[in-house]
Each structure stands twice: as C-alpha cells, then as structure tokens.
C-alpha cells in the first residue's frame, strides 16, 4: 500500500468516516491495532476521572452563598437614603441655620458699637451690617460689611473688612469704612490699612481717605481724629447731594422727597443728628434750597 | 427551538438547563486545555457565576460562547504559560477493559511517555484530539467551542496523532 493511501486512511479513520471497505483496508494494515491503541490509551486522562463540575444544585447553593455577601447591602440601601439626607440635612443645619456666623445690624436711625471676640471693637453706623464667624475667628480675623462702620483693631494677626466695593486689610489700627451705593470710602485714623477695591490698591497712613465715587478714585487727607458720625455728625467734604440725602434718610428715618433738584451738586459741610430741623437747614443754606417737613416721616426739598 | 431562544436565562429553571447541558462540556474544555492544576472545577462555576450575574444581557443562543470566553479569559487571567498537567488513570478507564495486547510494550514508561507527550502538544492539538477521541465530541462541536472551522479541527487532531505516534513508535512490538 503506498503511503499516500495510508496517511488519508488514517485521516479518514480518525474523522470517523471510513466506508465499510475501507474499514477493512484500515484493518489490514499491520500497525491499525497499535494506532487504535494509542487513540483509546487517550480515555486514561479522561477529565471526568480527575474533576467534574458540581451539579446544578450545589452550584445554585454556592451561587446564593456568593450573593449573599451582597445582599444586606440591598435591604439596607433605603435606610442608607434615608441617613444619607439626615446627614445631609444636618449638615445644612449646621452650616447655615445653626452656624457661628454672627450678624449684628442696624435700623434707620440707629447705631451701635458691638465688641468682636479680640479686644476690637466697632461702631456700626445707621442702616448698616456686619457679620463675621465666632468660630474660626483666631484664625481669621474676618468680618463682612453693608454699610458703614468705624474699626478700632486690636493688635493681632491680619484683620480683613470685606464689602462689595473692595476688601480692607489691617493689622491693629483705627478706620472707617464706608460702602454705599456707587460710593466707597476708608478713612484711616490711625497705623496703616491696605484697601484692594477692583485693580485700585493702596496703603493709608493715618489721614488719609481713599475714595472710590461713581468708580472715580480719589485720594483726600482728613484732619479729624473720628470719623463725625461717631459724634453724631455727618460730614462730607465734595460728596454729591444725593449721597448726602441718603445718609439723612439714614440717620432720622425719613423719606426726602426731591423736587427737581440737581443732586450732583457736591456738598461740603456736616449735619447733626439730634435735630431733623437743624439738619435740613445745614444741607439747604449752602445749596440754596427750601426744605418742607411733611410729617415725621416726610420731607420735600425744593428750590426757590 | 426558537421559543426556547427566546426564554431569559435568568429563570432558574432554564439556566438549570444550560447549566446541566454545558456545565460538563466547558469543566472538560478546560482541563484538557490547561490541566488540572488551574482547578477547572471552579473556574466552571465562577463562569457560570458570572452568566447569571449578566442573564439579562446574554441571549440563550450566546450562552455558550459567553460561558467559553469568560471560562478562558478567567484562567488566563489567573495563570499564563503555566506547564499544563494532566492526571493518568492507573487503573484501565472501566468503559473498555482488555488485555495487553501482544504489539505493544506496555509498561510505567509507556504511561509516562503517553502523558509527557500530551502534555507537550500544543494545546490547540491537545483540546482538539482530546474532546474528540475521549469524550467523543463531534468535530462541528468541537469546532464550536474553539470558535474555528471543522477542517481546523480534523487537522488538530490528525497532526495530535502524528507527533503522539511518533513519539511513542519506540513502544511498538514489531
């Protein structure tokens, strides 16, 4: 038999598709028991005498066991929302409701002087606010300002003024600082403030004013040792009328109805805060204007 | 058939059906292709696991390739290039007993030369011979599980049995 024949009998045999005849040929040939031998010695490593799967029921058993580790997870997960928005609400609590912010304000017409956690101390003006955190406090010297109030800082570490219009930054000295609408302004009266407002930033040394009007920087000097307000006084120095209505507004509670008026004008001068009447006759005797008082609330500024 | 196609294997009862029908199939896939020592057993069930982890996104009909990419990436994650051992049943497997047969010299040589041996062949050769010669698998399912044609398979084997009866010739009583 030549050995081509031999090799595609032994293919076909091992495919399992020997014909009967060539079955018979396959038989014939002087190796066909040695060759069935070594394929059948083959079943000697069957898997299955070795290892086999476990049935479908110790593998469900084992497949619960390996969820299991799971599970409490997902029974707990409801409790777990319902902790996670106690904590969260808690938290809310904490931070803004229950917090260690400290806010004092004033009303029209009034003024206070409140002590900080240091030995500063400050004047708040009427119809002002400020806040600051009693918590982190000896860490951060920090309070907020809407309005105006007068600073006697106690000797520390960096005391920061926020406001709107700009940050202040003193390390232990006496100032006022005033943020109303379009108007910003530190008096120094003692040691040296730093005053950041937009890209504008200065060092004042005491008698120095740094005044932002309508976004107009200005630097003045100033001879007073207190700010005026602290001695019931207003006082201005070129501040336009409007500034100075307000800040009466402030100081008795009123409404100053202006009858066509040019409230640019710029106003030096002060006014009392004791007497509504002397205060209406120092803004109008310099201005030329005739004043009215309504009521105890109202008063109409004209002119002539 | 095609209702079946359609059934969710995460029913018990119908994994159980696919556990049942390829549970055996894929442990014996992986001990002739990777030996014993990769425990073919749990890689099986951690296969399994992990079908029934993802019943709802593997169709019946993808089952089984799942089950045999998942079986295969597990074990090669496990262990890489490891020498594969296969285990020689001492006694004559029970399924066909005769005696020695006067041709050949059958010895403890015999039985360890048989196992180096297929233990050397690659394990495209081993798996392919191996399914079809001990457990009697078709080369078309055989050629399902490898994920190659039949005419791959049929040459796996033959040239399985070639390096086998080479190797082994010394043993023959001529």
Known sequence: MNPMHKDELIKKWLNNELSEEEQKAFDALEDSGFNSYLVNYAEHFKASHHSAPDDFKSFKSQYDKFNKQKQPLNKLKPLLRIAAVVIVTLGLYFTFINSSKIVHQTMASEKTTISLPDASTVQLNALSRLAYDKDSWDAKRQVTLDGEAYFKVAKGSIFDVKTSAGVVTVVGTEFNVKQRTNFFEVQCFEGIVKVVSDTIVRQLTAGHTYRILNHQFSESITSALLPEWTKNKSSFSSVPLQLVIAELERQYNVKVELNQINTSTLFSGSFTHDNLEDALKAISIPTQLQYQIETDQSVILYED | ?174
């Open chain 2, 1 to 174: 058939m095609p209702k079946e196609l359609s059934e969710n294997i995460c029913d018990e009862q119908v994994f159980a059906v696919v556990y049942n029908k390829l549970a055996q199939d894929l442990h014996n896939f992986l001990y002739y292709k990777y030996g014993s020592q990769i425990n073919p057993k749990d890689t099986t069930q951690d296969a399994f696991i992990k079908l029934w982890d993802n019943c709802k996104k593997v169709a019946l009909s993808k089952a089984k390739s799942f089950l045999f990419t998942v079986a295969n990436n597990l074990v090669l994650n496990d262990l890489k290039h490891q020498k594969v051992v296969l285990k020689h049943q001492k006694e004559t497997p029970k399924s066909y007993s005769y005696e020695t047969p006067e041709f050949i010299l059958e010895t403890e040589q015999f039985a360890e030369r048989y196992q180096s041996v297929l233990e050397r062949l690659t394990e495209e050769q081993r798996v392919a011979f191996l399914l079809s010669k001990v457990e009697r698998k078709t080369h078309k399912e055989i050629a399902q599980y490898l994920n190659v044609t039949q005419k791959v398979v049929e040459y796996r084997i033959y040239s399985a049995f070639k390096i086998l009866r080479k190797e082994l010739e010394g043993f023959r009583i001529k």
